[in-house]
């Protein structure tokens, strides 16, 4: 069985400070995906990033970044110098390929608020 | 590219009735649908897939009578919530997945709220 967990419920920081959200994942398979979305309060996922298994370069985009740790299982999320905007849900979820095809495991969401 | 629409956006309705929630596929062609289910403040919690042609595939506990879905199209499914009780209160997100895909990425709707009066 897959599973995903984000074990912080709620992260509040204040403008411009650098805020990591974790992510523990379990999976059977060799091969499988693990994305992050951004869910503000008008609901529609947004989404950020998709890693593959076989890829564990870390990745850069602005003031995301990207760590994917395949000896620890983990594929932490981590915003830079952030900003009111930032402010929303973010799950992390899995994509593998055992016993139900391509089915997407989330995570239970972290709450980021960023104040001013 | 890949978007994907939702409707109604938002619906209220008496309890007892039957609400019909679209998902479709503007640009691109989805063999495979999901359906998912969120509570506020909680995770998306998959319902079923759907497969176009064929029938659903549900998740365990979710009640195959209640929640009727159809994949008539390769670019339309729809959820039926039958009988809504105020219990069904949600959000209800789709997502398709294009045929050409490798990454396993689906593309989500913009999400549905229902509220049962």
């Known amino acids: 069985a897959q599973k995903v967990t984000q074990a912080q419920t709620e992260i509040s920081v204040v403008e411009k400070e650098d805020v990591t959200l974790d992510c523990v994942y379990e999976?059977?398979?060799?091969?499988?995906?693990l994305f992050w979305y951004k869910q503000p309060p008008s609901g529609e996922l947004v989404f950020l990033i998709r890693?593959?298994?076989?890829?564990?370069q870390n990745e850069i985009s602005g003031r995301y970044s990207w760590n994917f740790q395949k000896s620890t299982s983990s594929f932490n999320f981590t915003i830079t110098a952030s900003q009111v905007v930032d402010s929303a849900v973010y799950f992390c979820?899995?994509?593998?390929?055992?016993?139900?095809?391509?089915?997407?495991?989330f995570g239970t969401g972290t709450q980021l608020k960023v104040e001013l | 590219g890949a978007v994907v629409s939702q409707h109604p956006s938002r619906v209220i309705c008496k309890s007892g009735t039957s609400v019909k929630i679209e998902c479709r596929s503007l640009?691109?062609?989805?063999?495979?649908m999901f359906w998912y289910r969120q509570f506020p403040k909680k995770s998306l919690m998959l319902m079923a897939t759907?497969?176009?042609?064929?029938?659903?595939?549900?998740e365990q506990g979710v009640e195959k009578d209640k929640f009727l879905i159809n994949h008539a199209s390769l670019t339309l499914s729809t959820l039926t919530v039958t009988s809504a009780h105020p219990e069904d209160s949600s959000f209800y997100i789709c997502?398709?997945?294009?045929?050409?895909?490798?990454?396993?990425?689906?593309?989500f709707g913009p999400g549905t709220r229902l509220t049962v009066l």
């Open positions: 999976t059977r398979d060799t091969t499988y995906y």
């Open positions: 997502s398709a997945q294009a045929e050409d895909t490798s990454y396993n990425e689906q593309f």
């Open positions: 640009d691109f062609q989805a063999t495979t």
């Open positions: 890693r593959n298994s076989f890829d564990e």
């Open positions: 759907s497969n176009e042609g064929s029938k659903a595939t549900y």
């Open positions: 979820a899995l994509s593998g390929f055992t016993g139900g095809g391509n089915k997407l495991t």
